[in-house]
């Protein structure tokens, strides 16, 4: 049976919200298309509608404000597109404030924003991958249309300071968008406190299904974004396409559930502590992040003297990640890690494990103990261990100035 | 010799890893660099120029592994003429690994060359 510690790149679908999507596409529930002005179709609309409900009680919004689409990709990709298309069809300049360790569909989509008639701002975190919200209000300008910064990163768990942020925007005539897709359910996220204009959310990362997400757009003056999509006009007309009920449905349910239990963010914290004492007790291994700002559910280490790549294919039985999982595939080096200063080169040695709902006590235990197997192994093969072994210390064997908090 | 190669083993290939620190007359070439995501020592002895023995350490993904583990195989037996023309693609062949990886029997093929540079100085 594999210990899944990848919490971050997904969650499994609570069985709750399985099943209640699986009720949603059977029988005469809800199979019509919820735009049909007859009994079917108003019983899917209710469906959307009970959906849409249960995603702004979760964040303290109206429902008014959450518009669905196929996820936070695409989420993030409608509030910078649109902001910045509004801009121009304004004939305003637009200028975008974003961190240097977004998600790829932020950094990515402003890249591309900047070819075509946007400016971009790219701030630096520190070693420790926080932001300073200081840099934040010394970056906007008159033309600043938008500040995008994301609350938990998704590679090593550390949290931006949103209500710092928050503050830097709200003395200027910019808009704040917060990637909100790694927190909810793991962080509170209460909107109705939180000055953020528009928040991506993810089903996936909560115990929801994959393909479907939320961007949320404060009902005020000036949050007008043009949509990516056009057609039907669904979604406010932000997003055309037949709303997918058990979709949209399945992510109600799952950011419902992750908001009523209250003791998950103790437990998680709990067992990650148990897991960073087990590494610990291993040697030679450093975390990511400082600890103040993490959020318990991702841990991000370094592992000294082995590769991290074959410590997973060493461990077939422990479902880990190498860097961000959405990087994975390419096998290109972490824009995160070096946007903290993290050489390629201790990258190498970076694993990513990350609990969540469904993560118990014996399996942590199970993962320190196989993690510390696979370890001495890899060690004991190392020519970087060796060097070790003699003597040399780990920042002349990685080229760094100093090595991470040990864990 | 078969042309079908299966890919070498992770656990397989770790067991083979070794050093041969303390060998009289053993000698050790090393190649790559952790920025570049491995680094591969080649440990050689040798008599009446045949490769008596052969043993490696590696940091790295598991072709470097692979790529290090065929390399021993091979080497044990052979003649130093022959090892001499041991390359990265024949390295990758042995270890049944695919082309994207071919960067690590590079690497290993420059740290048995080293190490045939130390057994001949």
Redesign the interface.
Known sequence: MTVYLDYAATTPVDPRVAEYMATLLQGDAAYANPASDHGPGRRAAEAVALARGRVARTLGVAPGEIYFTSGATEANNLALRGVAAFARRAGRDCHIVTAATEHASVLETVSALEREHCTVTRLPVDGDGRLDPRSVRDALRPQTRLVSVMHVNNETGVRHDLEAVAAAVAEHDALLHVDAAQSVGKEPLDLSTLQADLVSLSGHKAYGPKGVGALFVRDAPGRRLEPLLRGGGQEGGLRSGTVATHQVGGMGLAFELAAGDRAERSRIATLSRRLQAGLAACGDVYVLGDAASRTPHILSVVLAGVHARALQALVPGLATSVGSACNAPNGKPSHVMRAMGIPDALAQSILRLSLGRFTTEPQVDEAVSLIGGALRRLREASPLWRERQRGAGWEAIYGVSRMPAAA | MSDTVLPLD??EA?GR???LSGVDHAVVG?AG???R?????VYLSARQAVIERAEF??????E??ACAAAACEALQGMTLASARDLDGLELARRAGIGSQALGEALVVEDAVKAALGALES
Not at chain 2, 37 to 41: A, D, K, R
Not at chain 2, 57 to 62: D, E, M, N, R, S
């Open positions: 992770l656990e770790i890893s070794g050093s090393r660099g952790v920025g995501g491995s680094v591969v020592e350490l590696a940091f790295g993904a598991p470097a592994f």
